[in-house]
Nanobody, 122 residues
């Protein structure tokens, strides 16, 4: 069983930056593709970014491309989401997720964190 624990989000002004982290338990973290999703109030959860097992492949939603960066440190069992040039529309609960495949394009996300609130003020 893998447990994922996101860092505390926060309140940031538009144009600002914030880095989220997600710490995973378990010895096989390095073999999991990881992703970040978000859910704004009244909306469905949406994909933000994902990363393969060694960080060699990343994918982003068009809405965050060029502003957000996903990365991972397998030695620390942690995945990160660096968010720059934040906009009010980035306000959401952000979730870390993992799946038991090394690639981003196979498998389904079966492990989820509890979510962390990110609020961007205008």
């Amino acid at each position: 069983q893998v447990q994922l624990l996101e860092s505390v989000g926060g309140l940031v002004q538009a144009g600002g930056s914030l880095r989220l982290s997600c710490a995973a338990s378990g010895r096989t973290f390095s073999r999991y593709a990881m992703g970040w999703f978000r859910q704004a109030s009244g909306k469905e959860r949406e994909f933000v970014a994902d990363i393969n097992w060694n960080g060699g492949n990343t994918n982003y939603a068009d809405s965050v491309k060029g502003r957000f960066t996903i990365s991972r440190d397998n030695a620390k069992n942690t995945v990160y989401l660096q968010m720059n040039s934040l906009k009010p529309e980035d306000t959401a609960v952000y979730y870390c997720a993992g799946k038991t495949t090394v690639t981003t394009y196979t498998g389904t996300y079966s492990y989820w964190g509890q979510g962390t609130q990110v609020t961007v003020s205008s």
